[in-house]
T-cell receptor, first 113, second 115 residues
């Protein structure tokens, strides 16, 4: 059974640019969540999608957005990149429900220069 | 508010010795607790979870965790540590303020197993 796939694995962008990250969940999982991981802030929740609808959003500025497609694949977009956006971005998929564990992809390492 | 604390930034243990990685939590309502491990440049791997039932939960790679409601703790344990267990460990709780749609993670504990 294939795991969660995130592309690309590494990205280098310049301040002010925008970037799109992609996540393919485990087959059958309809919930996809995104997290930002930095040394200073740890793991922080960005947003969660279920059946193409954003169900919940973390405390991030509007420059961070996402969407989910009918096949459950998800993308997140960051516009007007700032140096502080440099981080590991992790996607997680799961079955719906609070008792379900989430399965994480290997992440996309974004570096903003 | 939901929160998770991992009081130790770093835990060092000799190979073959038992290990414990500590976690305490603060939640409203029933706690749904999880442990994840992260190896360098990798995503998080699920180890185990507590939902209800027995306080001792067994998980992957020989890990187990003990849920203690009175102490609001969920410590991760392993009877005999391996060098390959060296990694970053995260305790997490479902954020019930948002109907459990996301996790709240602790800051992580770096485990070093010395040969």
């Amino acid at each position: 059974k294939a795991g969660v796939t995130q592309t690309p694995r590494y990205l280098i962008k310049t301040r002010g640019q925008q970037v799109t990250l992609s996540c393919s969940p485990i087959s059958g999982h309809r919930s996809v969540s995104w997290y930002q991981q930095t040394p200073g802030q740890g793991l922080q929740f960005l947003f969660e999608y279920f059946s193409e609808t954003q169900r919940n959003k973390g405390n991030f500025p509007g420059r961070f957005s996402g969407r989910q497609f009918s096949n459950s694949r998800s993308e997140m977009n960051v516009s007007t990149l700032e140096l502080g956006d440099s981080a590991l971005y992790l996607c997680a998929s799961s079955f719906a429900g609070v008792k379900s564990e989430a399965f994480f992809g290997q992440g996309t390492r974004l570096t903003v220069v | 508010a939901q929160s998770v604390a991992q009081p130790e930034d770093q835990v060092n243990v000799a190979e073959g010795n038992p290990l414990t990685v500590k976690c305490t939590y603060s939640v409203s309502g029933n706690p749904y607790l999880f442990w994840y491990v992260q190896y360098p440049n990798r995503g998080l791997q699920f180890l185990l979870k507590y939902i209800t039932g027995d306080n001792l939960v067994k998980g992957s790679y020989g890990f187990e965790a003990e849920f203690n409601k009175s102490q609001t703790s969920f410590h991760l344990k392993k009877p005999s540590a391996l060098v390959s267990d060296s990694a970053l460990y995260f305790c997490a709780v479902r954020d019930m303020r948002n109907y459990g749609q996301n996790f709240v993670f602790g800051p992580g504990t770096r485990l070093s197993v010395l040969p």
